[in-house]
């Protein structure tokens, strides 16, 4: 195992590799949350090599700007030749999906494979899809309040704010899981787990590249095996993925039932069987 801080493109990123065997590189979302996919990690570290970090501006990464996608992009992969590795899968969740697909589109020559998970494609019109979704999945004390604070948090400043926004944080993630009772299990969503600033600004940022025409043109042109996972019980729906999925010319989509946002909460057994299923055999259907 091999872990520590390494310069990267003018920061110092935290990094974990354990295992051998084909590489794997597992992108966290947020974006400014930290890595939090050790449970997918322990899927896939008997057989295969697997890379974990904590994103520029993330937890136990240094928090040096600027923030924005395309520094994220150079970031991984400046990340990929200060470990010496020629080519690697990529795997991003929630917003790390964007990431991992993004990067695929500017080093598709880098990338094995493409394994986008409960990612919401790009279309912008999702955002909306998942905020109704969102609120009819709260228990109805837990929608009056969301939207209390929702309409209250700009009021607020300081420390006020700052708990506002935690609990507002903690409310949307209730709706993520189809077992509400492994809440416990979640990714932690508060101050000093995920940095606001990388959220606002990454956030911004990746809305404008998802209406690039020149992006969208990059990523009708990935040809590398991509597998898309959701969750069929995920609030963010998964026809924007599926859409997505269809502009690529080898890809194949599972939709996994009882599992929401975080398919290895839910479905540890079925997320570890479709992700091994796909590695084992994708390179049989290379094009």
Same mark, same amino acid.
């Given at each position: 195992?091999?872990?520590?801080?390494?310069?990267?493109?003018?920061?110092?990123? +935290?990094?974990l590799m354990?295992?051998?065997?084909?590489?794997? @590189?597992?992108?966290?979302?947020?974006?400014?949350?930290?890595?939090?996919?050790?449970?997918?990690?322990?899927?896939?570290?008997?057989?295969?090599?697997?890379?974990?970090?904590?994103?520029?501006?993330?937890?136990?990464?240094?928090?040096?700007?600027?923030?924005?996608?395309? #520094?994220?992009?150079?970031?991984?992969?400046?990340?990929?030749?200060?470990?010496? #590795?020629e080519r +690697?899968?990529?795997?991003?969740?929630?917003?790390?999906?964007?990431?991992?697909?993004?990067?695929?589109?500017?080093?598709?020559?880098?990338?094995?494979?493409?394994?986008?998970?409960?990612?919401?494609?790009?279309?912008?019109?999702?955002?909306?899809?998942?905020?109704?979704?969102?609120?009819?999945?709260?228990?109805?004390?837990?929608?009056?309040?969301?939207?209390?604070?929702?309409?209250?948090?700009?009021?607020?400043?300081?420390?006020?704010?700052?708990?506002?926004?935690?609990? #507002?944080?903690?409310?949307?993630?209730?709706?993520?899981?189809?077992?509400?009772?492994?809440?416990?299990?979640?990714?932690?969503?508060?101050?000093?787990?995920?940095?606001?600033?990388?959220?606002?600004?990454?956030?911004?940022?990746?809305?404008? +590249?998802?209406?690039?025409?020149?992006?969208?043109?990059? @990523?009708?042109?990935?040809?590398?095996?991509?597998?898309? @996972?959701?969750?069929?019980?995920?609030?963010?729906?998964?026809?924007?993925?599926?859409?997505?999925?269809?502009?690529?010319?080898?890809?194949?989509?599972? @939709?996994?039932?009882?599992?929401?946002?975080?398919? +290895?909460?839910d479905q540890?057994?079925?997320?570890?069987?479709?992700?091994?299923?796909?590695?084992?055999?994708?390179?049989?259907?290379?094009?």
């Open positions: 195992m091999q872990s520590g801080m390494l310069e990267v493109n003018g920061t110092k990123l +935290w990094h354990n295992g051998q065997g084909l590489p794997v @590189v597992l992108l966290h979302g947020g974006p400014g949350s930290y890595d939090y996919m050790e449970p997918v990690a322990e899927m896939l570290t008997r057989d295969y090599q697997v890379i974990r970090y904590d994103q520029r501006g993330s937890f136990r990464s240094a928090k040096k700007g600027p923030y924005h996608t395309a #520094i994220m992009i150079k970031d991984l992969e400046q990340l990929r030749m200060s470990l010496g #590795i +690697w899968v990529v795997c991003g969740h929630s917003w790390g999906a964007f990431l991992a697909l993004a990067y695929t589109a500017c080093y598709e020559e880098r990338v094995e494979a493409l394994i986008y998970m409960s990612g919401t494609g790009i279309d912008p019109d999702w955002h909306q899809d998942y905020r109704v979704n969102r609120l009819k999945l709260m228990q109805a004390a837990d929608r009056e309040e969301y939207t209390y604070l929702r309409s209250t948090v700009e009021q607020l400043s300081g420390k006020e704010q700052e708990n506002a926004l935690n609990r #507002i944080r903690y409310l949307s993630a209730g709706t993520d899981l189809f077992y509400p009772e492994r809440r416990h299990l979640l990714p932690k969503t508060e101050s000093p787990y995920l940095n606001a600033e990388v959220n606002a600004s990454v956030n911004s940022d990746t809305a404008n +590249w998802m209406v690039k025409n020149d992006f969208r043109l990059q @990523v009708r042109k990935i040809r590398v095996p991509s597998l898309f @996972v959701h969750g069929a019980a995920d609030p963010r729906p998964a026809g924007y993925a599926a859409r997505l999925s269809q502009l690529l010319s080898n890809s194949r989509m599972k @939709v996994l039932p009882q599992a929401g946002h975080y398919p +290895w909460i540890p057994a079925l997320l570890c069987q479709t992700l091994r299923d796909f590695l084992n055999n994708y390179n049989l259907e290379k094009s």
